[in-house]
């Protein structure tokens, strides 16, 4: 199937029974109209991956970001992004969910009506079972510049009431979005966030850090962290042992290298690093999961947005950095 050669961004879960589920919006550029979320699925126990099919469209706007995830009771949720207007800060969240493992999809519905609302990380299931999904408003209308206005954001669910509700906002002097949390203990959250201002040579591009006390309901103002960051997505996970790893692009203005990084001391301390990938190309945009099996899987753009990049490691192989 023709998807366009604009591949960007991509996110992947491995689904209950094995099966390792892609999403990505295609087209023919970033604002393109024609555009559409695509899913490929890889089955448990194969090599290979299905052809892309269409999950989500609009007959009348632009589509962008999605992001893949599986709850703890099964449901599968596709989150991703509407665009009415020129640039993203016109932009809503759109969902639909499916009932049988990512084979037939919901009709979509609104999560987030505010003009300029996105998503680009996966939820978390907080220690009181509610679901806390990252969002971001993107503000201005300047396409090459992530305005001081901007903020990362969070929404909840109850799985019991079915019902979304808006929780804290970070705000940071320069701006941040695309914020990417853990709960690294009950109640008590940390978020690194990308950076707002534009894309030119910098000394002075830093991953902004956030932290909650309360389920991320109040956040502490952003401030700049030792992590450098190029105006680029990054992400944030726990891991089953309980460390912590960071994945992002080590540069002030470039998306390479993309680096990994693990903390072992609940986010005090990042001693183990190594490089997922160090070439003349833009790595852009790396989500992932840990798999059942330990094994740690990161998806990332690549060669002008034009291809999607699949590494695989563990804890241990990180650990072999300095």
């Not at 604009?6 to 087209?27: M, N, Q, S, T």
């Not at 932009?91 to 680009?120: C, N, Y």
Request: charged share 25%.
């Amino acid at each position: 199937m023709k998807t366009g050669p604009y591949k960007h961004p991509a996110a992947i879960e491995e689904l209950d029974y094995g099966d390792r589920y892609l999403v990505y919006y295609g087209g023919e550029g970033e604002y393109a109209r024609d555009t559409a979320v695509y899913g490929a699925r890889r089955a448990a126990g194969t090599d290979a991956w299905s052809a892309p099919e269409v999950i989500a469209r609009d007959p009348f706007r632009s589509v962008g970001n999605a992001v893949i995830w599986q709850a703890p009771d099964d449901v599968v949720w596709l989150f991703y992004v509407v665009r009415y207007g020129a640039t993203w800060s016109t932009s809503r969240i759109q969902a639909k969910v499916s009932h049988d493992r990512a084979r037939t999809w919901s009709d979509p519905f609104p999560i987030a009506l505010e003009a300029g609302m996105m998503v680009r990380n996966r939820p978390i299931v907080l220690a009181d079972g509610g679901y806390l999904l990252p969002v971001y408003l993107e503000a201005g209308d300047d396409t090459e510049q992530v305005g001081p206005d901007s903020t990362s954001r969070f929404l909840h669910f109850d799985p019991a009431t079915h019902e979304w509700t808006a929780r804290g906002v970070i705000h940071s002097p320069k701006g941040n979005i695309q914020p990417a949390v853990v709960e690294v203990a009950p109640g008590h959250l940390v978020a690194y966030c990308r950076r707002g201002g534009n894309y030119a040579p910098t000394e002075d591009g830093w991953t902004v850090r956030a932290e909650s006390r309360d389920g991320g309901r109040t956040w502490t103002e952003g401030a700049d962290s030792s992590f450098r960051n190029p105006n680029s997505a990054l992400e944030f996970m726990k891991l089953q042992s309980g460390s912590l790893l960071l994945v992002y692009n080590d540069h002030m203005w470039k998306r390479t290298p993309l680096v990994a990084a693990l903390s072992t001391d609940g986010d005090r301390t990042y001693p183990h690093r190594r490089v997922i990938g160090d070439a003349d190309n833009s790595y852009a945009y790396p989500i992932g999961f840990q798999g059942r099996d330990g094994r740690i899987h990161v998806v990332y753009t690549s060669d002008r947005r034009a291809v999607i990049n699949h590494a695989v490691f563990d804890e241990a192989w990180v650990k072999g950095g300095s």
